[in-house]
């Protein structure tokens, strides 16, 4: 089991100290990954009637790619994470090529999670197409292989052309890991075909959580490839209800699911400054043992 | 004058402890500015039949927004410049976005000088539209500026649309200073209506200085101070490896009263990056702005 943090995104602050401070901590206390969640830009609620999505205009969000470059300058060791990119609103060539950069920044210690997002007004202003990002998924992750792999690629496909064109610096690892978040039957398919690994993002382990991952590997199977090769990302609330005692259930529980990478996650627990968020750190790493 | 260094992109190689040792020795030679092109992506010539361009799929360009996040932390003072980001091949709000965060890590420091671009395969593989990229260009400029300076925009233009929706963090500098590279009529007409600065990307023998007249005539005519419109000479190692010449270059730009200068070590049988930082030491001994 991989043990890492969400990094509290919505929480922490613009103070670049304190995004340093955080990771820096989360490494020295072992934590072996640091997942970035992310939104380009939020939408005032007041003015979308009938405004049911997490996230708004007032949520800060870091940019994943900018600031894992930040810290891959002052982490050694902790694997960089994003969990998950928007894929399906940004430029495909242009997400390759910043994770390349990511990766080669940080010594090949990129894992790129990727998800089809769930708000519109976001694809909007990205000047991408919303009703057909997961048709599009398959082939972008197709072409970011492509050219994580190849000094040139000539590309066509339904929604991309590439001709006779590369990236320089190709990545450390090649391919970059991708990781993909989601849950509709869809999303399981795609990620039994094509993915490395899961961010499920179920709530707990649960017994509609197993039949998920499941589903998922009963899927891959079908696909030709082994179940378990692929990897599976639980998230642990700080937060939620019993505890330390709570924790370790669910770390016990997840692992029993099948999961093969757990994150803490120190957001919504009421904390109120960075300082707090490293100390939940450290109080779980002591409590919890996986 | 501003002294600043270009990071030697197609030479340095891809050793994030030699980007990082170049631009710790330029700040601590006292450069007040680091250079970075972009090019996201580069064609294999031999498949591009009549290929004219600069550059091919063998040069490296360290991508600018995640290279600029590195230095960040790693340097303390000198300003971060993009000279430049093709932003018609990109998204405007992402750009703004990437932007913002670069300027928030670095307490401030981000300058982002944009173009319109040459290689139309690097645009299409973008899947953005070559043809358009100079109309956009105003437009995209206008959105980023909204999106730097307001919690929540609303904007509807002929190639953009946000509805109610903005970034956050929004950037230390409100908004981040925007250069327009290039030389095109059109471009000089640009710049004198909204650029804060201008990387005139031409030597001094292909008319740089008749160019600068022109951008701060159309300066004027936009009812602006053409001083408060900056500008970037260069010198080029490649055109002398003499000190002298070096000051004759910067004198002249002193002369045309160029706010910026820097100095691109590229293309001078540099090989590796300590030599490149040798380069930039003697340079700065060299030449007093």
């Not at chain 2, 361009?53 to 303390?76: I, Q, S």
């Not at chain 2, 080029?236 to 070096?246: A, F, I, K, V």
Request: proline residues 5%; charged residues 20%.
């Amino acid at each position: 089991m991989q043990l890492g943090v969400v990094f509290p995104q919505t929480e922490i602050g613009a103070d670049p100290g304190a995004v340093k401070d955080y990771a820096q901590a989360a490494e020295s206390l072992g934590y072996q990954h640091l997942v970035v969640i992310e939104h380009v830009l939020g939408a005032e609620a007041a003015n979308h009637p009938g405004w049911d999505g997490p996230y708004t205009h007032t949520d800060l969000f870091h940019e994943p790619f900018v600031v894992l470059g930040y810290l891959a300058g002052f982490t050694e060791k902790i694997q960089l994470t994003t969990g998950v990119v928007v894929l399906g609103q940004r430029q495909t060539a242009l997400v390759a090529k910043q994770a390349a950069q990511v990766d080669v920044m940080s010594g090949g210690r990129l894992r790129l999670g990727v998800g089809v997002g769930w708000n519109p007004v976001e694809y909007q202003a990205l000047g991408e197409d919303f009703s057909n990002r997961g048709r599009r998924c398959a082939e972008q992750i197709a072409l970011m292989r492509a050219l994580w792999a190849q000094e040139v690629v000539n590309f066509e496909g339904l929604y991309h052309r590439v001709t006779h064109a590369g990236i320089n610096p190709l990545p450390v690892q090649r391919p970059i890991p991708v990781w993909m978040g989601g849950n509709a039957d869809a999303v399981l398919r795609r990620i039994a075909q094509t993915a490395d690994g899961w961010f499920p993002m179920f709530q707990q382990p649960d017994q509609q959580a197993r039949e998920r991952i499941e589903l998922m590997r009963e899927y891959a199977r079908e696909a030709g490839r082994e179940p378990l090769s692929i990897g599976i990302e639980a998230w642990i609330s700080f937060g939620a209800p019993g505890g330390p005692d709570g924790w370790q259930k669910a770390a016990n529980d997840w692992t029993e699911a099948g999961a093969t990478h757990l994150s803490l996650n120190t957001m919504h627990a009421g904390f109120t400054s960075p300082d707090q968020h490293i100390d939940a750190l450290r109080r779980f790493k002591e409590a919890v043992s996986v | 004058m501003k002294i600043g260094a270009i990071l030697p992109q197609t030479e340095i190689g891809a050793d994030p402890g030699a980007v990082r040792e170049f631009a710790q020795a330029a700040e601590d030679l006292g450069y007040e500015h680091l250079i970075a092109f972009d090019h996201v992506l580069g064609v294999d010539a031999s498949r591009h039949p009549g290929f004219a361009g600069p550059y091919n799929h063998t040069h490296m360009f360290h991508e600018p927004f995640v290279t600029f996040g590195y230095l960040a932390g790693l340097t303390k003072s000198i300003e971060m410049v993009t000279g430049i980001l093709i932003l018609g091949q990109r998204q405007t709000a992402l750009v703004a976005k990437q932007a913002a965060e670069v300027d928030v890590l670095t307490g401030g420091r981000l300058r982002l000088g944009i173009g319109v671009g040459w290689n139309a395969a690097e645009c299409e593989a973008l899947g953005e539209n070559f043809r358009t990229r100079g109309r956009r260009c105003a437009e995209q400029i206008e959105l980023m500026r909204a999106l730097w300076t307001n919690d929540v925009v609303n904007f509807e233009g002929k190639y953009h649309r946000v509805t109610h929706a903005g970034i956050n963090p929004l950037p230390v500098q409100r908004p981040i200073p925007v250069w327009i590279g290039g030389h095109a009529e059109a471009v000089l007409r640009r710049i004198g209506q909204i650029a804060d600065g201008w990387f005139p990307l031409l030597g001094l023998d292909a008319g740089a200085l008749e160019a600068v007249a022109r951008v701060r005539e159309y300066t004027r005519e936009a009812g602006r101070d053409p001083a408060s419109v900056g500008v970037e000479g260069r010198v080029r190692l490649s055109e002398s490896p003499n000190p002298e010449d070096w000051q004759r270059v910067v004198n002249i730009w002193a002369e045309a009263e160029a706010s910026h200068l820097s100095i691109n070590t590229m293309n001078a049988g540099l090989t590796g990056p300590d030599q490149h930082i040798e380069a930039i030491r003697r340079f700065k001994e060299a030449v007093s702005g």
